[in-house]
T-cell receptor, first 113, second 113 residues
Framework: KNQVEQSPQSLIILEGKNCTLQ??????????LRWYKQDTGRGPVSLTI?????NTKSNGRYTATLDADTKQSSLHITASQLSDSASYIC????????????FGPGTRLSVLP | NAGVTQTPKFQVLKTGQSMTLQCAQD?????MSWYRQDPGMGLRLIHY???????DQGEVPNGYNVSRSTTEDFPLRLLSAAPSQTSVYFC????????????FGSGTRLTVV
């Protein structure tokens, strides 16, 4: 069964600190992996997308990594800001899997002043 | 360019009532989807469409109907609301090329009492 797991479920850090969120998946055959940021009361917004051949991609203070062999991805946030408080969702899509992208449950990040 | 617009933002229904959640996009995207988001779970696909006149079921289609008479609009109908349908509903659209991520609406919070 295609699944995406994320850890931790929630995380609290102080402003200015770094953090790393984890994503493990069993989706196969793998097509691509996306990280989304979802602010409270809003729809998810795409941060990064990675295909099988890519092992790192950055978007400002966000850096995503992908290990397709171990089926793991991480999202590293550098020098966190209060506006980083949100849920971060890992989404994996499989080849020939129609329009169904498998969503992880998300990690809820709270950045405190 | 408004992106994906969902209405209403909030709705309370009584068990057995029917209603339609509206979704419109102005990006000329062929693919549109409806997801529901429940606490502690990833977004789950309800129905999707790959173009006007074409719809298909997702992971949790029971109790919902959709239609796609135009490229822009993709309404979701609840036939006879049940408390289990209390959730946050997101409409999303994307370009046909798989490398493009979804653009999400801001969501509709539905409570069935």
């Amino acid at each position: 069964k295609n699944q995406v797991e994320q850890s931790p479920q929630s995380l609290i850090i102080l402003e200015g600190k770094n953090c790393t969120l984890q994503c493990n998946y069993t989706v196969s055959p793998f097509s691509n992996l996306r990280w989304y940021k979802q602010d409270t009361g809003r729809g998810p917004v795409s941060l990064t997308i990675m295909t099988f051949s890519e092992n790192t991609k950055s978007n400002g203070r966000y850096t995503a990594t992908l290990d397709a062999d171990t089926k793991q991805s991480s999202l590293h946030i550098t020098a966190s800001q209060l506006s980083d408080s949100a849920s971060y969702i890992c989404v994996v899509s499989a080849k020939n899997y129609g329009q169904n992208f498998v969503f992880g449950p998300g990690t809820r990040l709270s950045v405190l002043p | 360019n408004a992106g994906v617009t969902q209405t209403p933002k909030f709705q309370v229904l009584k068990t057995g009532q029917s209603m339609t959640l509206q979704c419109a996009q102005d990006m000329n995207h062929e693919y549109m989807s409806w997801y529901r988001q429940d606490p502690g779970m990833g977004l789950r696909l309800i129905h999707y469409s790959v173009g006007a006149g074409i719809t298909d079921q997702g992971e949790v289609p029971n109790g919902y109907n959709v239609s796609r008479s135009t490229t822009e609009d993709f309404p979701l109908r609840l036939l006879s609301a049940a408390p289990s349908q209390t959730s946050v509903y997101f409409c999303a659209s994307r370009d046909r090329q798989v490398g493009y991520g979804y653009t999400f609406g801001s969501g509709t919070r539905l409570t069935v009492v």
